[in-house]
């Protein structure tokens, strides 16, 4: 499969998506890695609002402790449970 190039903004989004804190890197790396590209623009619009957000809230998301009060989040987080699991 060749893949595209990503554009300046999305260079950005991968970096960005590497928060310096394990319990949240364990997900988005690979994520971001394996399934960002696959996925339909919408949902790529999504990881860059999830990204967006404060590592705490994150972090509470992701480990399932809280639900996102947005709806674009928590179908995001869903779909990256369903791609990388929790660990």
């Known amino acids: 499969m060749i893949m595209r190039e ?3 903004e999305e260079r950005k989004l991968f970096w ?3 928060r310096g804190l394990k319990e949240l ?4 790396e690979p994520f971001m890695q394996q399934h ?3 996925l339909p ?3 790529q619009q999504m990881v860059f609002k999830l990204m967006a957000c404060e590592d705490p809230d994150l972090l509470s998301w992701v480990m399932g ?5 947005d709806p674009d989040i928590a179908h995001i987080i869903k779909v990256i449970h369903e791609r990388v699991g929790p660990q």
């Open 41 to 43: 623009e919408n949902e």
């Open 65 to 69: 402790y809280e639900h996102p009060a």
């Open 16 to 18: 960005h998506a590497r």
């Open 6 to 8: 990503l554009t300046t």
């Open 25 to 28: 890197d364990v997900f988005f």
């Open 36 to 38: 960002y590209l696959q």
